[in-house]
């Protein structure tokens, strides 16, 4: 579904940069039954995205890339508690790719002391611009200076899964994207092998609708922000988003409808 990174704009959530309270996530969640809900629920939506297009296999070293974003955050949160909850053995990294050079704040001190809470390994990887970098970095250079950053890290520390938190809307948002202004029914790839199979991009999220995301941040408390990329609201992406938005109790049928159509037409690419 996915021919080259390039073709796909927005691919990366806006790392966020405003920073909530930072309240442990593991000591001081919402009620236990409540979280538990959410956590089940969320994991079956998890599981079925795995469990379809081998996501994670016995063995496997996952490199998470949290940006510091909700959905990252969740992604990472949820990887971890479902360790303890599935038959294979795998081990998680945490990637966060500081944006600082970029002219954003630095989030390490935020989400260091998260992540050891998590006791999951972890790494904090520079953004790294050239010389025809120029400030503000564009949609397109920002994702792929991340992109970059991330997949060098993962390769370096002994990965072979690359895990993003791109969620079911982010995938119906990509699909309008590409039709309309690219002229291809395209949609994110729940997996996609990179350098001869060496690094497996993988989105276990892709199933699991951003709203429900939402609320089992808000119920764990994540140590997230608010601020948004500086072109969060005139992209082309936020233009499908508010579209989306406004179709009010229709967008779980359009959202599902661009998913199938997507994965036929990529399917009958394949053929």
């Known amino acids: ?49 795995i469990y379809e297009f081998e996501m994670i ?31 294979e053995r795998y081990q998680l990294v945490a990637l ?3 944006m600082h050079p970029a002219g954003l704040p630095d989030l390490r001190p935020v989400l260091e002391p998260w992540f050891v809470r998590l006791d999951v390994e972890y790494a904090f990887v520079p953004l790294e ?3 025809r970098d120029r400030l503000p970095l564009s949609c397109q250079r920002c994702a792929w200076n991340r992109r970059k950053a ?13 895990a993003l938190a791109h969620h079911a809307d982010d ?16 949609t994110l790839s729940p997996r996609l092998d990179f350098f001869a199979g060496t690094i497996t991009l993988i989105r276990p999220l892709i199933y699991l609708e951003e709203s429900r995301l939402s609320r089992l941040a808000r119920a764990l408390r994540f140590p997230y922000s608010d601020f948004t990329c500086p072109n969060a609201d005139t992209s082309r992406r936020a233009w499908i988003r508010r579209w989306l ?3 009010g109790c229709n967008r ?18 394949v053929e």
Not at 32 to 41: A, H, K, S
Not at 62 to 83: I, N, P
Not at 150 to 162: I, P, S
Not at 172 to 178: D, F, I, M, S
Request: glycine fraction near 4%; charge should be positive.
């Open 1 to 49: 579904m996915e021919q080259d990174e390039s073709a796909l704009p927005d691919m990366n959530p806006a790392p966020l940069t405003t920073v909530r309270d930072g309240v442990d996530p593991i000591s001081q969640p919402c009620a236990p039954r409540e979280l538990d809900r959410l956590t089940f629920f969320a994991l079956k939506s998890v599981n079925r995205a």
């Open 57 to 87: 296999r016995d063995g496997d070293r996952v490199a998470v890339a949290v940006s510091g974003g909700k959905d990252s955050c969740a992604l990472l949160y949820l990887l971890r508690a479902r360790q303890s909850r599935v038959a």
């Open 96 to 98: 966060h790719v500081q």
């Open 129 to 131: 611009l050239n010389a």
């Open 150 to 162: 991330l997949f060098l890290q993962a390769h370096a520390l002994g990965c072979n899964k690359l």
């Open 171 to 186: 995938a119906a948002e990509t699909a309008l994207l590409n039709l309309l202004f690219a002229g291809r029914l395209q």
């Open 245 to 247: 938005a406004d179709a």
């Open 252 to 269: 779980r049928q359009i959202r599902a409808n661009l998913w199938r159509a997507a994965m036929r037409s990529a399917h009958r690419s």
